[in-house]
């Protein structure tokens, strides 16, 4: 009997020890959603700004803590201004079509310029000397993500931007072979009467 009771006494203890375990691992999972969901929301912002969806003076109220307020600062600083320069007339001209290039990561420093304002205006003033190694180890975990799915976004968009680009100056390489083909066939026709 107190055999039996031993046992179901670790039985119990193994059974605690599991749901702590679970408890942790929980936790875990709910920190690496926080930082997915805060990167996430870094670069949908961003990107958001760069459309022009929205202003930068809705920036303070996407982001609820000084610490996220201040990593979005630090994120906007760290991406590349302009990374897909116009390598392609963006406007159609005679009968080719012209390609635009995409504004979704294309960050101008007018841009980044009005981010650093609304930023430091909402941000209080004993907060504004802060270093990105001051911020918590979850906001720092978050701005590497964010870092990271902007950076790929904008190599996927620069591959896209460039393959319409191809795709629009082999266009215009085959209607001009056409036409000195056509020409040179009119010639020939001519030369023949």
């Given at each position: 009997m107190a055999e039996n009771a031993e046992q179901i006494l670790d039985a119990a203890a193994d059974e605690t020890a599991l749901t702590e375990d679970e408890?942790?691992?929980?936790s875990e999972e709910e920190q690496q959603k926080f930082e997915?969901?805060?990167?996430?929301?870094m670069v949908d912002t961003l990107v958001a700004?760069?459309?022009?969806?929205?202003?930068?003076?809705?920036?303070p109220d996407r982001f609820f803590t000084t610490d996220e307020l201040s990593c979005f600062g630090f994120f906007s600083n760290s991406v590349p201004i302009n990374p897909l320069p116009a390598v392609y007339p963006e406007n159609?001209?005679?009968?080719?079509r012209g390609v635009p290039v995409p504004k979704s990561v294309n960050l101008?420093?007018?841009i980044l310029e009005e981010i650093r304002h609304i930023i430091?205006?909402?941000v209080p003033e004993d907060v504004q000397g802060l270093q990105l190694s001051d911020l918590s180890s979850e906001t720092i975990n978050a701005y590497q993500i964010a870092t990271r799915i902007y950076n790929d976004r904008v190599e996927k968009i620069q591959l896209s931007y460039l393959a319409n680009v191809k795709s629009a100056k082999a266009q215009?390489?085959?209607?001009?072979?056409?036409v000195v083909c056509g020409f040179v066939i009119i010639l020939t026709l001519v030369s023949l009467a």
């Open positions: 408890v942790y691992v929980r997915s969901d805060f990167a996430i929301k700004i760069n459309e022009q969806q929205i202003s930068s003076y809705e920036i159609g001209f005679l009968i080719f101008t420093a007018s430091k205006s909402s215009v390489m085959e209607i001009s072979a056409a």
